[in-house]
């Protein structure tokens, strides 16, 4: 896992002339919110903020952002922040008036940079895939700049996303794929993770011990892969004895296909992602 992971504390000023509207303000966008105001990217006034309900406007309001009608978002800041759920993107489109040289932003799954320019009618859209970890600060984002996009838009947009963890700057042809290892890849990992607490439970172990003994499993892998160079097939090798018990387990997972199944998913989670896409199209 590269050092670079650990969200940045930047000067408080260091993006003064920058101001951020959001536009929808579900889990994601205040995760993103709250790592710039807390690592000093943004001020919280520096925030306008448009949800559709009552709720999400009042969590924002708690937080000292200031709320907006929803043109009135569209039209507030240097910077604008698509996070409202991609299937409501066609409706709500036609009722922002957006400035072209706006930097939009999208987090929206399915939605290409081709096809949010066009309904916006702006020069340059990034688009941004990060997971779920954002709201623990450590998320990895898949981010695609275009090359036309000058380049304070394209700073910004690394430090918005800095915030919530780790940047990998990718092309947008290979937005699908990040997505389908690091945005769903947590899920992969928390039913690995489920199924290892039902596997203990089978073994008769209590259910406390079951949930605990699987977590640390999580952590201490997690911790080895913070700690520096981080070979997972060379830390699997290191505890597998020829003949041993480790190497018994890895057997019978080998026997399902374990490897070529997680490929299966993946791929299906890359599929589908493309077609929601084109869907949008
Ligand atoms: N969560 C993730 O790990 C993750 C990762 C990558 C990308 N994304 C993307 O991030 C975006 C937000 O996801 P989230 O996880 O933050 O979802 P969320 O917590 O469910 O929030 C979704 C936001 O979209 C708004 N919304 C839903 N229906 C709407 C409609 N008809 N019109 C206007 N606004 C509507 C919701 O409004 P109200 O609740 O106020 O009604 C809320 O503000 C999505 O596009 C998703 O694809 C999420």
Known sequence: MPNSSSPQQVPANASAQHTLAVLGFGKL?????????????????????????????????????KLV???TCAQSGHALLLSIKPQFFSELAPQLCVAANTNVMSVMAGWSAEHIGARLKVKHVIRAMPNVAAQVQAAVTALSIPQECPAPAREFAMKLFSAVGR??????????AATAISSSGIAYLCLFIEALERAALQLGLPKDVAKNLSLDVLQG?????????FDAAALRASVTSPHGTTAAAL?????GEFSQLITRAAQAAKDRAAQLGQANQ
Request: glycine share 6%; net charge negative; aromatic share 2%.
């Open 221 to 229: 892998v997690s911790k080895s892969a913070s700690a520096g160079a």
């Open 69 to 71: 009608d929803m043109n």
């Open 29 to 65: 966008a205040s995760a993103i919110v709250r790592g710039c105001v807390s690592t000093g990217v943004l001020k919280a006034s520096d925030i306008v903020v448009w949800a559709r309900s009552d709720a999400r406007m009042a969590q924002a309001h708690s937080m000292g952002l």
């Open 251 to 255: 057997a019978v997972l080998d026997a």
């Open 167 to 176: 940047v990998e700057l990718l092309h947008e042809s290979h937005l699908d």
